[in-house]
């Protein structure tokens, strides 16, 4: 059958490379393609294969297939309930990673109800995968805080060059750790809660009670070390815990406000009030004292290379629980 390449060339396509001597060589049986590529103007037909048609470009030789859309046609994915529209070209940009391997045919894709190629992954950060394939760099926002959830899924899609250069930002993020200062102020208020008592069934009585509030106001040069602080630090609300740092007000600022525990109050009260405690993890202690957290963070932040800054604050206010200043070089 006569080969048509103004039209075919619009078809499905697989590109592998051939070296001149293979050229001069001559055509012979088709080896397994390294991957695909876009697409461009053809010249004759080399050999056909069993399916579809095998062309040869200068050093390119191209595999056309029906099964596959045309390299530069959208293509949309479904990757965890998230849609990405892009192309077939972009997908299998690095042919040795997974999917490489998954659009140009090595390995079976599923489908959503709509059509579209599903991925059971996170799809929030698929879009820095997404653009890595587009432009073989990693382009992170300066408050990026998923570092470990994206080095997960980069291992997962095996797209070596993204591993190799997350392996390099975090190095480099490191580095920049190495120095850190970390400041605290505390403040602390006693206020009166209202709250009502069942002494029996339908008789109830307003009761009150005086109630320690506590404020912390936390900065730290240090992303890592905030972090390393919500592994700790946990607020119990709704008889649940839950980490601090879902409070971050950016990657280095940190605001904690909880109640001590109340004499009287019942459980259901503190929810009702929307009053959350403190506790920290593993020790499994609730921190109804500022000495009692001071203490833990000093725990934390000196195991992590921090000491005392002796120059500030003032004593006085250091041993009123105050401010607190560390500082770490390395």
């Known amino acids: 059958m006569k080969f048509d390449a103004r039209n075919a060339e619009l078809q499905r396509a697989y590109w592998r490379t051939t070296s001149p001597r293979e050229q001069r060589a001559g055509p012979g049986p088709p080896r397994p393609w390294a991957g695909l590529r876009p697409s461009a103007p053809l010249a004759k037909l080399r050999w056909p294969p069993a399916e579809g048609r095998l062309l040869s470009e200068g050093r390119r030789t191209i595999f056309l297939h029906p099964s596959l859309p045309a390299m530069s046609d959208p293509i949309t994915l479904n990757v965890g309930g998230k849609l990405y529209t892009t192309s077939l ?6 042919p040795d990673s997974m999917l490489g391997a998954m659009f140009s045919g090595k390995m079976p894709t599923k489908r959503d109800s709509q059509g579209n190629c599903f991925i059971d992954r996170d799809g929030k950060v698929f879009r820095y995968i997404l653009n890595f394939l587009r432009t073989s760099h990693l382009d992170l926002p300066e408050d990026f805080q998923e ?27 490191s580095k920049a750790e190495k120095n850190a200062m970390l400041n605290i102020t505390l403040n602390q ?37 905030l972090k390393l602080l ?3 630090l946990f607020y119990c609300s709704n008889g649940n815990l839950s980490s601090i740092t879902s409070h971050l007000q950016d990657p280095n600022h940190l605001t904690l406000d909880w109640v001590a525990n109340v004499e009287g ?29 001071v203490e833990e ?13 002796s120059s500030h604050p003032h004593a006085v206010d250091f041993m009123n629980n105050k401010i607190i200043r560390l500082i770490r070089y390395r």
């Open 230 to 232: 919500g592994s700790k």
């Open 89 to 94: 070209a972009t997908l299998t940009s690095f």
């Open 297 to 309: 963070v000093l725990k934390i932040a000196l195991s992590d290379g921090f000491c005392i800054d």
């Open 147 to 173: 570092m470990g959830l994206l080095r997960r899924e980069a291992d997962f899609y095996q797209v070596q060059p993204l591993i190799e250069a997350l392996q390099e930002k975090e190095v480099e993020l």
């Open 265 to 293: 109050l019942p459980e259901e009260e503190y929810t009702k009030q929307n009053l959350k405690r403190l506790w920290v993890v593993p020790a499994n202690k609730q921190i109804n004292s500022f000495q009692v957290f």
């Open 189 to 225: 208020r006693v206020q009166t809660v209202h709250f009502t008592v069942r002494e029996a069934p339908q008789i109830y009585s307003l009761s009150s009670s005086s109630m320690e509030v506590f404020n912390a106001n936390i900065f730290s040069t240090s992303c890592l070390f």
